[in-house]
Structure formats: structure tokens, C-alpha cells
């Protein structure tokens, strides 16, 4: 069945840089906007930022100016670049894809999450 899969996660002193990768395997046809959300310890789950199939994208306050999405349509596979890292941006982050087709007859499609990569940035 279908699943993603992050990588990429490591530690990293501040003001340092780190790259994410997700990929979407299994049998899809397309995938509609694909993202990235992270949860630091006691706190909720956030957006970081997302990317449609056709490039427009998203970006929550906090990362904007620093992080950058972008998307392999045809590799099904999402990238996020983290530059200038500060203590706050460690969290455990996780990819998401939402309406993944996986059959076009009948339509069907799904909802993925990733199991998430943990960043660590140290001051």
C-alpha cells in the first residue's frame, strides 16, 4: 500500500542548515498538495509549510525567509530546506500528502502521514 517515508533529520548547531526529504511510495497516479508539519515537545502539531501539485506554497510565520519547500511531481517526493536554524525549530517533523490517488477507476484517494524525522538544533 501506499506510504511516505521522511529522512534527513539530524542534529545541528544554530544558525546551521538541514534538508528533509518525503517520499510517496506505492502505486500513485497524483498527489495534490504535499507538506510539512512538526510538533515540539508539549506542544501542538503545526503547519510549517505546504506546496501544491502546481508549485504555490505556503509558509507558517515563523520559518518564513528561512525554510524552503519544493516538490518532484514525478518522483512523488517532497524537500524541505532549513537554513538558519534556531533552538525553537527543534521538533519532530512529518510529511503529509493529502488526496493521493491511488486508483482513477473508480476514483479513489487518501490522506498520508509519515512517521516524522526528529531535528535537534543546539544553541
Known amino acids: 500500500q501506499v506510504q511516505l517515508v521522511e529522512s534527513g533529520g539530524g542534529l545541528v548547531q544554530a544558525g546551521g542548515s538541514l534538508r528533509l526529504s518525503c517520499a510517496a511510495s506505492g502505486s500513485i497516479f497524483s498527489i495534490n498538495a504535499m507538506g510539512w508539519y512538526r510538533q515540539a515537545p508539549g506542544k501542538q502539531r503545526e503547519l510549517v509549510a505546504t506546496i501544491t501539485s502546481s508549485g504555490r506554497t505556503n509558509y507558517a510565520d515563523s520559518v518564513k525567509g528561512r525554510f524552503t519547500i519544493s516538490r518532484d511531481n514525478a518522483k512523488n517526493t517532497v524537500y524541505l530546506q532549513l537554513n538558519s536554524l534556531k533552538p525553537e525549530d527543534t521538533a519532530l517533523y512529518y510529511c503529509?500528502?493529502?488526496?493521493?490517488?491511488?486508483?482513477?477507476?473508480?476514483?479513489?484517494?487518501?490522506?498520508?502521514w509519515g512517521q516524522g524525522t526528529l531535528v535537534t538544533v543546539s544553541s
Open positions: 503529509n500528502a493529502d488526496r493521493v490517488v491511488v486508483s482513477t477507476t473508480p476514483l479513489r484517494y487518501h490522506e498520508l
